[in-house]
């Protein structure tokens, strides 16, 4: 049988390889790394996790992104799989030891016997004798395959910024100042640490991110814009002094164990790993320099001798206009041979790039089968955002997208408002989807 090409080894690229195999249909999987590296990445593992370890939230009947993860589960999903398998405590999120994580990934696929793993640069799929090809290379595609791509897509790409965020080690953490605790006590109640500042400790912060140094734009990115989504911190504090006492830095749902008192503004720090030697610190994505970061981010009380496993950074995403120009099934309209998936197609989000992997993955074999293409309904998170990249968006305005209810078509019967009428329409949304869901696989 002629195989279904892939190009790229994240978390789309190795869910989509792992669709296709499972119906016995031959895969060869093309990553670069380490053949080339990238400026992020720190191993040659699939489906590494480069930005944060948080697949957000898992609440299947109040969160879309939780619905999602459910809807993945349901189809075998094999980055839902490996982050079960690999949890590291997070409240109402799920999060994942990183490492473990794409060890798993990486060892399925390998042990495949319908998967064959080429580690190897591919700068021009569309001169190949391939029959069908899914590109999947997200947001760090290779300059020589963004050249191609523009050049065959004949569409300007579009780019923004992603930051990451700086990880901690625990020990060196001062727990006289900070404490456990999950907002509202969620989950277990103490999934996260918590350090408070005051309301002088918090303007002084305020003042030396304002005052950071930041590295430089290249001449290239100077005119790129920030995902929303995923903003610096200094971008945040610049955008007025409570930005982000109403955003990362928000006290509410906590109280401080040591004082029994609210603290104005908490930096919260996440478990990074599963032994729990590795914290990161939630929201504070940043471009400082490395010698600023240590300095501000030690201001923070509890975290005066911190040291640091990883400092932030940044990095350039691109995505395309898909829209304008992928179909139903994310085939390039000038070129059917060839899919897009995942990031590179205006998703955001570790589980949104996946669930296009997916998608992707599951249209090929169909394709190749000579069966109907039927995508997911509207109704199912996997319909919302599929619907979304190729048409629900509008072309000259097109963004990234994380998954969400704004996607999804309205409930057939009105729900009240208010808290409670909020978590019962959510509730619906989700029934409604997961009855959608069980009819389209079956």
Known sequence: MEPIHIV?????????????????????????????????????????????????????????????????????????AAGDANRVPAGGAMAVDRVGFSDAVTARLTD?????????EISEPISQSWQSVIIATGPLTSPALSTAILKFTGEDSLAFFDAIAPVIYKETIDFSKSWFQSRYDKGDGADYINCPLDETQYDSFIDALRGGDAMPFHDWEKDTPYFEGCLPIEVMAERGVETLRFGPMKPVGLTNSHTGGKAHAVVQLRQDNALGTLYNMVGFQTKLKHSEQTRIFRAIPGLEKAEFARLGGIHRNTFINSPRLLDKSLRLKSEPKIRFAGQITGVEGYVESAACGLLAGRFSILERQGKTLMPPPPTTALGALLNHIVGGAEA???????VNYGLFPPLETPVKGGRRGRQERRLAYSRRALTALEGWLS
Do not use: K
Not at 26 to 55: K, Q, W, Y
Not at 396 to 402: K, R, S, V
């Open 396 to 402: 000259d305005i097109f963004q990234p997208m994380n």
């Open 8 to 80: 790229g080894g994240g978390l789309a690229g190795s869910e989509a390889a792992w669709q296709i195999a499972g119906t016995g249909h031959p895969v060869i999987l093309h990553e670069m790394r380490p053949v080339r590296e990238t400026d992020v990445h720190v191993g040659g593992g699939l489906a590494e996790l480069v930005c944060s370890n948080s697949f957000r939230s898992d609440n299947a009947e109040q969160n879309a992104v939780g619905l999602l993860h459910e809807e993945m589960r349901r189809c075998g999903s094999l980055i839902m």
């Open 112 to 120: 495949h016997p319908m998967v064959t793993i080429q580690r190897e």
